[in-house]
T-cell receptor
Framework: DVKVTQSSRYLVKRTGEKVFLECVQD?????MFWYRQDPGLGLRLIYFSYDVKMKEKGDIPEGYSVSREKKERFSLILESASTNQTSMYLC???????????FGPGTRLTVT | AQSVSQHNHHVILSEAASLELGCNYSYGGTVNLFWYVQYPGQHLQLLLK??????LVKGIKGFEAEFIKSKFSFNLRKPSVQWSDTAEYFCAVNGGGYNKLIFGAGTRLAVHP
């Protein structure tokens, strides 16, 4: 079974803090994605990566950056957390030959 | 631009009722369509998918969906829901390169015993 893990299930940070969310997949998938999930808005793509050190902006990249130094690991960075970044963050991965994405459990981030 | 529209944000049903959740998409190319489900406190997981062939696809837990190309629709159905089907359901379509998906806003289903 594909397994996608995320570093924290719940996180509380203060405004202005730098926040790191980590995602690890164990299936050697080329593509990895970061979404945020908000009620009534579904999943919105923040960033994705199609290879080590390669990244592309998604639909809502402002206020975020990413890092992919190893194939299995994809990090989302909030450079200076703000209250409007309070959300559920989901990581997903897929092989290059498929659109079927496998999701992690999510990190519920609260910024106070 | 590609988009996915889910018609109902909240649906409330009694057990044994029939379910149909609407999904319409906008995409000009070859479509791959998905329904994902998120049970309370759990991962988003794949319910069913359509790539090609028979437009009526069957998924897990008795769910099925029908791809109607002329209507740009991929509605999810289940003949008789159970309390355990209480979850949020997301429709998605492939959106551009790199195996990206475009998701709908989701439909929250509550099934009452």
């Amino acid at each position: 079974d594909v397994k996608v893990t995320q570093s924290s299930r719940y996180l509380v940070k203060r405004t202005g803090e730098k926040v790191f969310l980590e995602c690890v997949q164990d299936m050697d998938h080329e593509n990895m994605f970061w979404y945020r999930q908000d009620p009534g808005l579904g999943l919105r793509l923040i960033y994705f990566s199609y290879d080590v050190k390669m990244k592309e902006k998604g639909d809502i990249p402002e206020g975020y950056s990413v890092s992919r130094e190893k194939k299995e690991r994809f990090s989302l960075i909030l450079e200076s957390a703000s209250t409007n970044q309070t959300s559920m963050y989901l990581c997903a991965s897929t092989t290059s030959g498929s659109h079927e994405q496998y999701f992690g459990p999510g990190t519920r981030l609260t910024v106070t | 631009a590609q988009s996915v529209s889910q018609h109902n944000h909240h649906v409330i049903l009694s057990e044994a009722a029939s379910l149909e959740l609407g999904c319409n998409y906008s995409y000009g190319g070859t479509v791959n369509l998905f329904w994902y489900v998120q049970y309370p406190g759990q991962h988003l997981q794949l319910l069913l998918k359509y790539f090609s062939g028979d437009p009526l696809v069957k998924g897990i837990k008795g769910f099925e969906a029908e791809f109607i190309k002329s209507k740009f629709s991929f509605n999810l159905r289940k003949p008789s829901v159970q309390w355990s089907d209480t979850a949020e359901y997301f429709c998605a379509v492939n959106g551009g390169g790199y195996n990206k998906l475009i998701f709908g806003a989701g439909t929250r289903l509550a099934v009452h015993p």
